[in-house]
């Protein structure tokens, strides 16, 4: 017997989102003595003071920003802000599973977009 499971939303989040999302979870189980906190929330939570660099606002409005740009699609920009890349090199790594490559020009431009955020 095989179980399938349907999705029924799916919704893209930046870190700096999550970030918010989480400390509100915290603080509801920080106000409730008897809740403890479990081992993977802490480590999520851990995880996205350490990697968030921009504030929630800031990341979706990047992410609106770098979809402008012609070859970036939702997801792309999506992890383009949760990586926040600072060279050329480290933008191509993003792009190494696309069909296509970018310009020097067109990597430049998104850098750009980055740099004005960061």
Do not use: C, W
């Amino acid at each position: 017997m095989t179980i399938f499971k349907e999705k029924i939303e799916e919704e893209h989040l930046t870190i700096p989102e999550v970030k918010e999302l989480l400390a509100e979870i915290e603080a509801e189980r920080a106000a409730d003595e008897e809740r403890e906190m479990r081992y993977e929330l802490a480590r999520a939570i851990e995880h996205v003071n350490r990697f968030s660099e921009l504030s929630a606002d800031d990341s979706r409005a990047l992410v609106e920003e770098l979809q402008e740009h012609e070859k970036v699609e939702t997801e792309t920009a999506f992890k383009i802000v949760n990586l926040l890349p600072q060279t050329r090199d480290e933008l191509r790594a993003v792009y190494a599973q696309e069909r296509y490559s970018l310009s020097g020009e067109e990597l430049d431009e998104i850098l750009n977009s980055i740099a004005q955020y960061v």
